[in-house]
């Protein structure tokens, strides 16, 4: 995928990829040693990192995907400060109920200020300003932006950190009929969202916590180190939302029951009679990372901001509402926990920093440099994303990076492979390597 902002091609010589042989011992599991090893991220301080340019271009790519998505369903995008006023929060009542996760911070005026955890008090005070009436309804608004929260345990690298990137969606409607098919968009997207990024993500029962609120599910990845334990029946993780056709103007709601009528659930809301239901062949108890989270409240927040708007009728109601957030820092580190081997990363071809790999081995040579040079130019005029390896280091320190950063191919171009006119070309997933003429490696990796 070309993502504007990024460039198609570096150097190796002149990206900053710090890579590292060995993980420090306290990264506990995979994907925060990878991310690690891979020179993606550094840690700051407990929990909260730097994001490297290789790790910073893949994050860019997973929030692009997210707001595409988001803009099919007519969600827009917009920008909120990471620094609030308490005030909104007093009035919610939240600020005495979030406790010690929420930074608080005193400006020079003495202004009691917090860095974000959400934003629904200030979404509901900005549409509150605007909105009027029923024909203002429904509207689905949404930001990709830095939240913060002190969690007493932060851990697993950026899974569970106190600096991450969420992306987080507010709905608005009249009542709560409105609000649903806003829901249903929303689950259906984040549905296409997650097998866009190449992960299975399984939709389950959830509570709403003390967002509060009725209905809610949170999206799981399956994997032994997630820290939520969840129930589900089988049958859900074989659906395929990439094979439905969907159309956003449509009712929802069939595609929506199909995977809601089977058990998935959270243990916060695990009914035994329920379980008990599932065939014993079909049940699975295991454990899950959440990578999101959707909600519907009500009128939680709007009527004690004062939000409401005239009905038809005249007559002024508050509004329904919900929220809808992805841990888009956390489901970086959780696409490695699903896509990984003993080298390193196989990213899903969707969110991997660059399409392939361009690998010289005999960089003494003129000839063999110069025709890398020319390469790596043509896979940039092919719209292919490419990492030169151009570095003066041995062969294997060199395959052996593009192993552990999970590129989807690699090119690699010597002295003798170009004197019969080939160029080796080797597949990430499975590792077969194949000799091939430079163009015939263009259209295997541009999947034609
Ligand atoms: P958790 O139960 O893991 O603490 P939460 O229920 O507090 O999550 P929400 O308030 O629903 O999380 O936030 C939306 C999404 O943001 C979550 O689904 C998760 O993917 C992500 N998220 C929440 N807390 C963190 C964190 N500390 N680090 C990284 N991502 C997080
Ligand atoms: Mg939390």
Same mark, same amino acid.
């Given at each position: 995928?070309?993502?504007?902002?990024?460039?198609?091609?570096?150097?190796?010589?002149? #990206? #900053?990829?710090?890579?590292?042989?060995?993980?420090?011992?306290?990264?506990?599991?995979? $994907?925060?040693?990878?991310?690690? /090893?891979?020179?993606?991220?550094?840690?700051?301080?407990?929990?909260?990192?730097?994001?490297?340019?290789?790790?910073?271009?893949?994050?860019?790519?997973?929030?692009?995907?997210?707001?595409?998505?988001?803009?099919?369903?007519?969600? *827009?995008?917009?920008?909120?400060?990471?620094?609030?006023?308490?005030?909104?929060?007093?009035? $919610?009542?939240?600020?005495?109920?979030?406790?010690?996760?929420?930074?608080?911070?005193?400006? /020079?005026?003495?202004?009691?200020?917090?860095?974000?955890?959400?934003?629904?008090?200030?979404?509901?005070?900005?549409?509150?300003?605007?909105?009027?009436?029923?024909?203002?309804?429904?509207?689905?608004?949404?930001?990709?932006?830095?939240?913060?929260?002190?969690?007493?345990?932060?851990?697993?690298?950026?899974?569970?950190?106190?600096? #991450? +990137?969420? !992306?987080?969606?507010?709905?608005?409607?009249?009542?709560?009929?409105?609000?649903?098919?806003?829901?249903?968009?929303?689950?259906?997207?984040? +549905?296409?969202?997650?097998?866009? +990024?190449?992960?299975?993500?399984?939709?389950?029962?959830?509570?709403?916590?003390?967002?509060? @609120?009725?209905?809610?599910?949170?999206?799981?990845?399956? %994997?032994?180190?997630?820290?939520?334990?969840?129930? *589900?029946?089988?049958?859900?993780?074989?659906?395929?939302?990439?094979?439905? !056709?969907?159309?956003?103007?449509?009712?929802?709601?069939?595609?929506?029951?199909?995977?809601?009528? !089977?058990?998935?659930?959270?243990? &916060?809301?695990?009914?035994?009679?329920?379980?008990?239901?599932?065939?014993?062949?079909?049940?699975?108890?295991?454990?899950?990372?959440?990578?999101?989270?959707?909600?519907?409240?009500?009128?939680?927040? $709007?009527?004690?901001?004062?939000?409401?708007?005239?009905?038809?009728? @005249?007559?002024? =109601?508050?509004?329904?509402?919900?929220?809808?957030?992805?841990?888009?820092?956390?489901?970086?580190?959780?696409?490695?926990?699903?896509?990984?081997?003993?080298?390193?990363?196989?990213?899903?071809?969707?969110?991997?920093?660059?399409?392939?790999?361009?690998?010289?081995?005999?960089?003494?040579?003129?000839? *063999?440099? !110069?025709?890398?040079?020319?390469?790596?130019?043509? +896979?940039?005029?092919?719209?292919?994303?490419? %990492?030169?390896?151009?570095?003066?280091?041995?062969?294997?320190? =060199?395959? $052996?990076?593009?192993?552990?950063?999970?590129?989807?191919?690699?090119?690699?171009?010597?002295?003798?492979?170009?004197?019969?006119?080939?160029?080796?070309?080797?597949?990430?997933?499975?590792?077969?390597?194949?000799?091939?003429?430079? &163009?015939?490696?263009?259209?295997?990796?541009?999947?034609?």
């Amino acid at each position: 995928m070309q993502t504007t902002k990024l460039c198609k091609g570096v150097r190796l010589t002149e #990206f #900053f990829m710090p890579t590292l042989r060995n993980a420090p011992s306290d990264a506990k599991i995979v $994907s925060h040693q990878l991310m690690l /090893r891979a020179g993606m991220i550094r840690q700051e301080s407990s929990g909260i990192y730097s994001w490297l340019p290789l790790g910073y271009r893949i994050l860019t790519k997973i929030s692009e995907i997210i707001s595409q998505e988001q803009n099919k369903i007519g969600a *827009c995008e917009m920008l909120m400060p990471t620094i609030q006023s308490a005030d909104l929060w007093k009035k $919610s009542g939240r600020y005495d109920d979030y406790g010690q996760e929420m930074l608080r911070i005193n400006d /020079r005026h003495n202004q009691e200020m917090l860095f974000g955890p959400t934003n629904e008090e200030m979404i509901t005070d900005i549409f509150a300003n605007f909105a009027q009436s029923y024909k203002d309804l429904p509207k689905n608004i949404f930001q990709i932006q830095w939240k913060f929260r002190d969690e007493i345990r932060p851990r697993f690298g950026v899974m569970r950190g106190r600096e #991450f +990137l969420m !992306k987080d969606g507010y709905g608005f409607a009249i009542d709560e009929e409105q609000h649903k098919k806003i829901y249903n968009k929303i689950f259906v997207s984040y +549905l296409r969202t997650f097998a866009r +990024l190449g992960v299975k993500a399984i939709p389950m029962q959830a509570d709403t916590g003390p967002i509060g @609120g009725k209905l809610s599910h949170e999206f799981i990845i399956l %994997a032994d180190t997630g820290e939520s334990e969840i129930f *589900c029946d089988k049958e859900v993780i074989d659906l395929d939302i990439l094979q439905e !056709k969907i159309d956003y103007r449509g009712d929802l709601e069939p595609i929506v029951n199909k995977w809601t009528e !089977k058990y998935a659930s959270t243990d &916060e809301m695990f009914v035994e009679q329920e379980w008990a239901k599932v065939p014993d062949t079909n049940k699975i108890a295991t454990r899950g990372i959440e990578v999101g989270h959707i909600f519907y409240f009500g009128t939680k927040y $709007s009527e004690p901001l004062g939000l409401k708007v005239a009905d038809k009728d @005249g007559s002024l =109601k508050p509004l329904h509402m919900g929220s809808y957030g992805i841990g888009v820092s956390r489901v970086f580190a959780g696409i490695i926990e699903a896509c990984h081997d003993e080298k390193g990363i196989v990213f899903p071809s969707s969110v991997a920093p660059f399409d392939v790999g361009l690998v010289n081995v005999s960089l003494k040579d003129e000839n *063999c440099t !110069k025709t890398c040079d020319e390469y790596y130019e043509t +896979l940039q005029n092919n719209d292919i994303e490419v %990492a030169y390896d151009d570095r003066d280091i041995g062969a294997g320190a =060199k395959f $052996s990076d593009m192993e552990l950063i999970g590129l989807p191919w690699v090119i690699v171009v010597g002295k003798k492979s170009i004197e019969k006119g080939l160029v080796e070309l080797k597949n990430r997933t499975t590792g077969q390597t194949q000799d091939l003429s430079f &163009e015939q490696a263009i259209n295997i990796v541009k999947g034609k």
